[in-house]
């Protein structure tokens, strides 16, 4: 079935700096969102691309849906400690109801 | 804000029981959803559900399970015979259209002992 690759797999960082993180597929998708989840909890939703090149931001929080449409990424400026979680990208296939949803990058920040 | 609410939050039951996970989604919402979860691992599509019938399903959504929205409500995910590798976090979610973002309840950890 389709695959989406998220890396990193996980991340330590310091308080204060940027992360960056993306997910690459094989397939091409119609729609991206991007969840983070706290432990124990369900993914909240952080932002939502719908358009191939498409840049959306979400206070410190910016996402980008690539051209090609096989890929996106997210990044988090000025990181704080609560933005410890994991992140977990999620694709749409045309045609489809369902989202198929990465493998998660795991955020650890520093104090 | 409007929520996704289900209900246990924590199941355990006996291999080879039924087992009902219980949802109320956002009220003017069309579209509903199961995934799961098994521990430390991704989010995995199971169902979605529209206009009272199953619009999509995965192959982990086999016969053993069911899905129903007995009321105006609540929308259930049945687990027939429940199997030790049934063990996980069940989310509900549900959205206004399909090609939309959906919002996620806060999960039924369903532990099958």
């Known amino acids: 079935g389709q695959q989406l690759n998220q890396s990193p797999q996980s991340m330590f960082i310091q308080e204060g700096e940027d992360v960056s993180m993306n997910c690459t597929s094989s397939?091409?998708?119609?729609?991206w969102l991007w969840y983070k989840q706290d432990p124990g909890e369900g993914p909240v939703l952080l932002i939502a691309l719908y358009k191939a090149g498409e840049l959306t931001s979400n206070g410190r929080l910016t996402a980008q849906f690539g051209i090609t449409r096989k890929d996106s990424f997210l990044n988090i400026s000025a990181s704080i400690p609560s933005d410890v979680g994991i992140y977990f990208c999620a694709g749409q296939l045309g045609g489809t109801y369902k989202y198929i949803f990465g493998t998660g990058t795991r955020l650890k920040v520093l104090a | 804000e409007p929520e996704v609410t289900q209900t246990p939050s924590h199941q355990v039951t006996q291999m080879g029981q039924e087992v009902i996970l219980r949802c109320v989604p956002i009220?003017?919402?069309?579209?509903f959803y199961w995934y799961r979860q098994i521990l430390g691992q991704k989010v995995e599509f199971l169902v979605s559900?529209?206009?009272?019938?199953?619009?999509?399903k995965s192959e982990i959504f086999d016969d053993q399970f069911s899905v129903e929205r007995p009321d105006g409500s609540n929308f259930t995910l049945k687990i027939r015979s429940t199997k030790l590798e049934d063990s996980a976090m069940y989310f509900c979610?549900?959205?206004?259209?399909?090609?939309?973002?959906?919002?996620f309840g806060s999960g039924t950890r369903l532990t099958v002992v």
């Open positions: 397939s091409i998708f119609n729609t």
């Open positions: 009220s003017n919402h069309l579209y």
């Open positions: 559900f529209y206009n009272n019938e199953i619009s999509e």
């Open positions: 979610a549900s959205s206004v259209g399909y090609r939309v973002e959906y919002t």
